[in-house]
């Protein structure tokens, strides 16, 4: 019998890791698509052994810890999500971000490398400018906006050839905080929201872009891939989306432009930054469309404060 694939997850207590820890150990999370199988193949019991590592369990600026972390577990391949991912206030803490986001992601390609582990590490849409005025390719020039953007391209530059890199974007899970919770809060207790109309992206679920990791784990591929839910939306539709799933009207979602918002954030954000992922679909199957995944996660929630 072959013995398990071993992964190493960093960050596995951000809100992918923990989806993905759950994917990996045959478990579906909550707002997961039971239909996504990007490879067509669901996991086999005993397929994965998962050390997971939260940022408590593993500093990963921490170079020789990280070598060490490595050399005494053997993985076949480690899934790279830790991050520092606070991208206003990364523009006043940059010597961190950094710190987290370039040096450590190379800490980890080395550490790999040395062990014989396959690296695949995550990475960001803001690695652009957004001036394309179109969908981004894997090969697009990168030339970031922002002190978290900047940060996050050093990172690739600082992985080695064979690693893989997977650039996603506006990623939400049913897990930890971000925009959908906050607007669908906003929506049950009655209030209305102004959300920017001139921020185009691509929304992921963080169970989705799991699944995806997952599949990469398999092949390991290597090179650069765009991975995120099907469809380009605004900010302004996303919170449009989650109102009229929570049954409220037309009036709870204003578009406001980003020049409007008050107090303006202290990164700049790329136009339009939404990712091509036809390189993704030419291998794998396409991510659920992004209304179907919000859904999934309003839906989940709601179960969750109903409980
Ligand atoms: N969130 C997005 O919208 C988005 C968009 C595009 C790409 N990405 C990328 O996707 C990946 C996963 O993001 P996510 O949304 O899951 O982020 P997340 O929820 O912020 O999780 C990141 C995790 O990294 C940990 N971490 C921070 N500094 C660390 C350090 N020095 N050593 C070890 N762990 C550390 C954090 O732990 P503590 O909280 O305890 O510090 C946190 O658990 C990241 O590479 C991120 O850059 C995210």
């Not at 694939?5 to 990996?24: E, F, H, S």
């Not at 593993?58 to 490595?70: E, F, G, K, N, S």
């Not at 899970?173 to 669908?184: D, F, L, T, Y």
């Not at 989650?242 to 009036?251: C, H, K, M, N, P």
């Amino acid at each position: 019998m072959n013995r398990p694939t071993r992964i190493l997850v960093t960050g596995a207590g951000g809100q992918v890791g923990v989806d993905l820890v759950d994917i990996l150990r045959g478990d579906l999370p909550w707002g997961a698509s039971a239909a996504f199988v990007p490879d067509g193949r669901t996991i086999e019991d005993d397929e994965f052994e998962v050390l997971a590592l939260t940022h408590h369990d593993l500093d990963i600026t921490d170079r020789d810890r990280v070598v060490a972390a490595l050399r005494a577990t053997h993985p076949d391949v480690v899934i790279h999500l830790a991050a520092y991912t606070a991208v206003d206030r990364a523009e006043t803490d940059a010597a961190t971000c950094f710190a987290v986001n370039a040096t450590g992601t190379g800490n980890l390609s080395e550490a790999a490398r040395e062990a014989g582990a396959h690296l695949i590490a995550v990475s960001t849409d803001y690695v652009f400018d957004g001036r394309k005025g179109a969908s981004y390719v894997e090969e697009d020039a990168t030339n970031p906006l922002s002190v978290y953007g900047a940060s996050k391209r050093d990172g690739e530059l600082l992985c080695g050839e064979g690693d893989t890199i997977v650039r996603t974007s506006w990623v939400m899970g049913v897990r930890g905080k971000n925009v959908v919770h906050v607007i669908a809060e906003r929506a049950a207790s009655g209030q209305a929201v102004r959300f920017v109309d001139d921020q185009t992206g691509t929304v992921t679920v963080a169970s989705d872009l799991a699944r995806a990791l997952v599949a990469l784990a398999r092949t390991r591929p290597g090179a650069t891939w765009h991975v995120a839910n099907t469809g380009t939306t605004t900010w302004y539709d996303v919170a449009a989306f989650v109102g009229r799933t929570l049954g409220r009207g037309e009036d709870f979602a204003t578009p406001i432009a980003s020049a409007d918002l008050s107090p303006t954030p202290l990164a700049h954000r790329p136009e339009r930054s939404d990712l091509d992922t036809t390189k993704w679909r030419a291998h794998f199957e396409a991510l659920p469309e992004w209304t179907d995944g919000v859904a999934r996660l309003v839906r989940e929630r709601l179960l969750r404060t109903a409980q």
